[in-house]
């Protein structure tokens, strides 16, 4: 199990989703993280996430999708 857990919840949000998990990676490179991406309903975002399979293969990042925009509350909770 990791130490940290970061959540991002995400609905059309294509043009920082990469800067924001780039950024987390890089400021934490040897620490047991796991980075939880909640699409939001957005199948944009979703395409986009899948268009850069290479970027989000490693193993600390897990991407969800939400079928509806439920809101990052709920992202967050389940």
């Known amino acids: ?3 940290l857990s970061i959540i991002i919840p995400t ?3 294509q043009g920082l989703i990469d800067t924001t998990v780039e950024s987390i990676l890089k400021t934490s490179p040897n620490k047991d ?3 939880l991406i909640g699409v939001d309903g957005c199948s944009k975002t979703l395409d ?3 268009s850069k399979k290479e970027f ?4 600390k990042i897990k991407v ?3 079928d509806e925009n439920v809101g ?3 992202v967050k909770n389940n």
């Open 1 to 3: 199990m990791p130490s």
């Open 11 to 13: 609905f059309n949000n």
């Open 33 to 35: 993280i796991e980075i």
């Open 48 to 50: 986009h996430i899948n």
């Open 56 to 59: 989000y293969k490693d193993e």
């Open 64 to 66: 969800f999708m939400f």
């Open 72 to 74: 990052p509350y709920v």
